[in-house]
């Protein structure tokens, strides 16, 4: 069992000595949630092509990529997408430019694990394997600042793990869980 | 206190957050210099409202500094009448390096940054962490050197002069040699902080061990992970009032040694990466949620991620440090970082 919450606020203490969030933290949670999505038709545009589907699953293939190879969390994994689609879907990037969309990947994984990481390699090492194109530490950084304002700094995203201690005590009858009963 | 509503989150942020320029301020003064940037005090034109203005210094190698997000995503997590608050994040366009005049020095001290050593870690945290329990101890700035050669010496004149005894590795450090003291000095810190009046007792007694050994420790970074993952238990809000807790001190083992290596030391002067055997894995249980098409891997928990105080530094019951008021209170300054890059 490793916590993952990002969002704990107290309530009481469990097991591990960490504490859970009350209510009223939740509602708050479950309120700015949808700051932190993309827009709602943006499925819509993937399935009608008016954004390119394809490039987005390259993309996604090459954050599991990177996140494996440099041994990064699953968070830190989702957040490297949650940037990435809503960054999509937020920001027009130029057509038939498919180095602007590596671009982005890369400055999405690079934002996200200084977000959550303890050791972040060198930005320019992030780009590993079959990258086609390949960016100097300077651009990835330009990028970066234009994910950062584009998202309007909300890079600490209330994500689907934010929600799981508070799941596991409701399903527990209002009792925190022994982490040896989670798998 | 035991449950910190929403409201002791900050959630709430300005609707504008990094949409502005620095052009809507006016600075007034620089206050401070560091590894960092540079701090000033401005004035918001449209509203006449005073903040301090913090200038992130881009690094061309790295990115986007990680110390900049680490920072913004903790400040706006914390919304706490001692803790300063972030306003916005506004950009420059592309303006220079603006040569302020000296400031005073950075309130926390980092040891071997100051040393020339450029990666940050885990132990430049605890220090910095050490540094400013002994500042609220003490009341005032431990370290007050109007530039970085004699602020070190201010370093070594209270911990004792690092030499290959006491931090191995520390002369393969970038500027060691340029910085080494003449003579030797001895450590007094014990002497120097451990004799606080100004707190109750029980407090005091506690304080004083934990001070001197976060101190001692961050200073010649050898703080073992185990000892640092209770630092940052210590830091959570719990219903313990982080000092009285019935948890031990900070890196309080028997005899209150210092300058030993305690527990499996990472390698001269740094800590091991954070591998398999991470540092900071005191939560790591193993397992995981990861269920895609990557294999779980076992690290450490994030460092930072969790450990970090939700809901302020402290419950409302505790007694606090008793020394030194607040230097900003919920109307006081808040910080607005200016990111010195142009976006196109």
């Given at each position: 069992y490793r916590n993952l919450n990002q969002n704990r606020v107290f309530i009481g203490v469990a097991e591990d000595g960490l504490p859970l969030q009350s209510e009223e933290c939740v509602a708050s949670m479950v309120e700015k949630e949808h700051q932190h999505l993309p827009a709602a038709d943006y499925l819509n545009r993937l399935k009608a092509g008016d954004l390119d589907f394809e490039a987005r699953k390259d993309s996604v293939h090459f954050?599991?990529?990177?996140?494996?190879?440099?041994?990064?969390?699953?968070?830190?994994?989702?957040?490297?997408?949650?940037?990435?689609?809503?960054?999509?879907?937020?920001?027009e990037l130029p057509k038939g430019k498919a180095w602007?969309?590596?671009?982005?990947?890369?400055?999405?994984?690079?934002?996200?694990?200084?977000?959550?990481?303890?050791?972040?390699?060198?930005?320019?090492?992030?780009?590993?394997?079959?990258?086609?194109?390949?960016?100097?530490?300077?651009?990835?950084?330009?990028?970066?600042?234009?994910?950062?304002?584009?998202?309007?700094?909300?890079?600490q995203a209330i994500t689907p793990f934010s929600f799981i201690d508070y799941f596991l005590y409701k399903l527990n009858d209002d009792k925190i869980p022994v982490r040896s009963s989670i798998l | 206190m035991a449950i910190a509503g929403a409201g002791q989150l900050n959630l709430h942020e300005s609707p504008c957050w990094g949409s502005r320029s620095v052009d809507c301020f006016e600075k007034l003064e620089q206050i401070s210099e560091g590894t960092y940037g540079q701090v000033y005090m401005a004035r918001e034109i449209k509203t006449g409202e005073i903040v301090a203005l913090k200038k992130i210094r881009m690094d061309n190698e790295r990115?986007?500094?990680?110390?900049?997000?680490?920072?913004?995503?903790?400040?706006?997590?914390l919304h706490h009448e001692n803790v300063i608050k972030l306003k916005e994040s506004v950009t420059s366009q592309g303006a220079k390096d603006e040569q302020g005049r000296p400031g005073k020095c950075c309130p926390i001290p980092i040891n071997n940054l100051l040393l020339g050593a450029t990666k940050y870690s885990p132990a430049v945290d605890m220090w910095s962490v050490g540094c400013i329990f002994a500042e609220l101890l003490h009341g005032k700035l431990i370290f007050p050197g109007k530039d970085e050669p004699e602020q070190l010496n201010k370093i070594f004149e209270l911990c004792g002069a690092p030499d290959e005894v006491n931090w191995p590795g520390v002369s393969k450090i970038p500027w060691y040699n340029n910085f080494k003291p003449t003579r030797p000095m001895k450590r007094r810190l014990r002497e120097a902080l451990g004799n606080q009046e100004k707190a109750p007792a029980t407090?005091?007694?506690?304080?004083?061990?934990?001070?001197?050994?976060?101190?001692?420790?961050?200073?010649?970074?050898?703080?073992?992970?185990?000892?640092?993952?209770?630092?940052?238990?210590?830091?959570?809000?719990?219903?313990?009032?982080?000092l009285h807790g019935s948890q031990p001190p900070v890196a309080a083992g028997p005899g209150h040694h210092h300058g030993k290596p305690r527990g499996p030391a990472g390698g001269p002067g740094r800590y091991p990466a954070n591998g398999t055997n991470g540092g900071f894995n005191h939560q790591n249980h193993g397992g995981g949620y990861s269920s895609g098409p990557y294999p779980p891997q076992g690290r450490g928990a994030p460092y930072g991620s969790s450990g970090m105080p939700g809901a302020g530094p402290r419950g409302s019951g505790g007694s606090g440090y008793g020394v030194g008021a607040p230097n900003y209170s919920q109307d006081g300054p808040t910080e607005v970082l200016v990111l010195d890059v142009a976006l196109t």
């Open positions: 954050i599991g990529m990177v996140n494996s190879h440099f041994g990064f969390g699953p968070l830190c994994e989702y957040l490297s997408i949650n940037y990435l689609d809503r960054f999509l879907s937020a920001y602007m969309m590596q671009l982005l990947t890369v400055a999405c994984l690079s934002l996200a694990a200084k977000m959550e990481e303890t050791e972040v390699p060198l930005i320019v090492d992030l780009q590993m394997g079959e990258s086609k194109f390949v960016f100097e530490a300077k651009t990835i950084q330009r990028m970066e600042l234009l994910v950062l304002s584009t998202l309007s700094w909300r890079m | 990115g986007f500094p990680i110390t900049a997000i680490r920072e913004i995503k903790i400040l706006k997590k407090a005091t007694t506690r304080r004083k061990g934990q001070t001197t050994e976060i101190t001692a420790f961050t200073a010649s970074c050898r703080l073992p992970p185990i000892q640092s993952g209770q630092a940052h238990a210590q830091m959570r809000p719990g219903p313990n009032p982080p």
